[in-house]
């Protein structure tokens, strides 16, 4: 079935180093593609999304873009800052469960000062 | 601002009881969605609602049941919550349609 799955964490940088989190997926069609954030206590959050081929989510200096030809949508941040200690979701939505989201295990970042 | 409330933040339980996890959106959307959250395993799909009084399958509904009687409110419940079903609760809601979801904070429930 539809799947993601992504890097292991935890990930652990000191700010403002360059963040990257792999994320590939499987799929029979053309999902659309997501990542979420959960920050410490919360629930989760879009942080961005891509729809389709080549199309480039982005959001608070975050980064992605859905790559078909390696069915991957990593996610990178070009410096990161200890406010971005969260952890990282990457997901698709499920044609055939009410476009349900399907995630991937979660990988945990903590950016020290 | 557009929110989804779960009314339990935490919750202790004991085996054999019968618990019931609250979700009510204010964002007039159609389908709801229950994940629990466990580490290294990630956001698995307990059960969805397309609608009012609808309610399909997720990966995991073993153990569960639901209720969508009105459209702002989807409830979970656990008939008799077993030890294996301590985690973190994750409502969420869309518009149908739409791809995006919206969470709540979620409910973090421990079973004795």
């Known amino acids: 079935g539809d799947s993601v799955t992504q890097m292991e964490g935890p990930v652990t940088l000191s700010e403002e180093a360059f963040l990257t989190i792999n994320c590939t997926y499987t799929?029979?069609?053309?999902?659309?593609l997501f990542w979420y954030v959960q920050y410490p206590g919360e629930g989760l959050q879009l942080l961005l999304k891509?729809?389709?081929?080549?199309d480039k989510g982005s959001n608070k200096g975050f980064e992605a873009t859905y790559r078909k030809e390696t069915t991957s949508f990593h996610l990178e941040k070009g410096s990161v800052q200890v406010s971005d200690s969260a952890v990282y979701f990457c997901a698709l939505n499920l044609e055939d469960s009410g476009y349900a989201l399907n995630f991937g295990k979660g990988t945990s970042l903590l950016v020290t000062p | 601002d557009v929110k989804v409330t779960q009314s339990s933040r935490y919750l202790v339980k004991r085996t054999g009881e019968k618990v019931f996890l609250e979700c009510v959106q204010d964002m007039d959307h159609e389908n709801m969605f229950w994940y629990r959250q466990d580490p290294g395993l990630g956001l698995r799909l307990i059960y969805f609602?397309?609608?009012?009084?609808?309610?399909e399958k997720g990966d995991i509904p073993e153990g569960y049941s639901v209720s969508r009687e009105k459209k702002e409110r989807f409830s979970l419940i656990l008939e008799s919550a077993s030890t294996n079903q301590t985690s973190m609760y994750l409502c969420a809601s869309r518009r149908s349609g739409a791809n995006v979801l919206t969470f709540g904070a979620g409910s973090r429930l421990t079973v004795l």
């Open positions: 609602s397309y609608d009012v009084k609808m309610k």
């Open positions: 799929a029979t069609g053309y999902p659309s």
């Open positions: 891509a729809t389709k081929a080549d």
